[in-house]
């Protein structure tokens, strides 16, 4: 098992260099290429060249980092048809950067609209055709989850499109503060990775609150029928996740992935949250 960190904490305060170095003193062999502004940002095109991707190889090499996985997030299930196709040339962008980084493996979002997703579903087949061929050729894998306010919110949802795709080195990232959307509300974490073993090879750790309960009054929103969603990354224990049962159902299915510390909660105390969950994580996934 790999553990590995996002340092979405340091994505808007800390340079690249810094960044790395970071990871490595919070204990990490394995860093998340997450997006960020000076390199991969949301729905941009990645602001790199090639000095930056030597200058970030070195940096990890020094630090005794690796670079666990590539995650772009780009709007390749767009019903828009431009939009769509600038997320496309993006994600070639993305998938060029991370081979000359040495990595093989990219993890990212369904993305779309969920209030047109058959449109949404159809967008992303369409920008699949087109980049299934450059991934094999790259020999690049990838890792797909669902995500509140995708055109795919739900776990299986998510699993069926896996493998409705049907390629060996497609699989699937659970995300764990997303649970009570994987399943309106309920958060049966068990269950939800019983469908999901066949399939899993990302599990992503931060705790959340769930966004059904109180009668739908847990998060108030005014005007009540605004178009918003929500959900939290925090630190394990913090939140509603039942951890007891998904560290023992992870157990029992034998997870041997990677294991990402999620939390995005603490930027102003990222070494605080990071002692919290790593030694939750450790102590759930029984890693010394």
Known sequence: MKLAYD???FRDNTNLKDTVDHVA????EYLELSPRKDFIWFYEYPKVDKQLIADLKLYCRDAGVKISSVLPVQQWSSPNE??????????KRCIEITSELGVDLMNTEFSGDKSQPVQSEAAFLRSMDELIPLFEKEGIKLNLQAHPNDF????????RMIRALDKEWIKLVYSVAHAFYYDDGIGDVEAQL???????AHVLFADTLNHKAGFGLR??????????????HLNIG???????ALFKKLKEIKFDGIATNSVFAYPDRPDWSND???SAMKKGLGIK
């Open 276 to 278: 919290i969950t790593l």
């Open 7 to 9: 340092p979405s904490h």
């Open 219 to 232: 998060y108030i929103i005014n005007p009540p029928d605004a178009n918003v969603t929500i959900h939290q």
């Open 238 to 244: 913090e939140g509603e996740v039942n951890f007891t």
């Open 82 to 91: 431009e939009e769509r196709l600038a997320a496309v040339r993006n994600w």
């Open 194 to 200: 019983e469908d999901a073993k066949a399939i899993l």
């Open 25 to 28: 003193r919070l204990g990490y």
């Open 152 to 159: 795919i919110e739900t776990n299986i949802g998510a699993i």
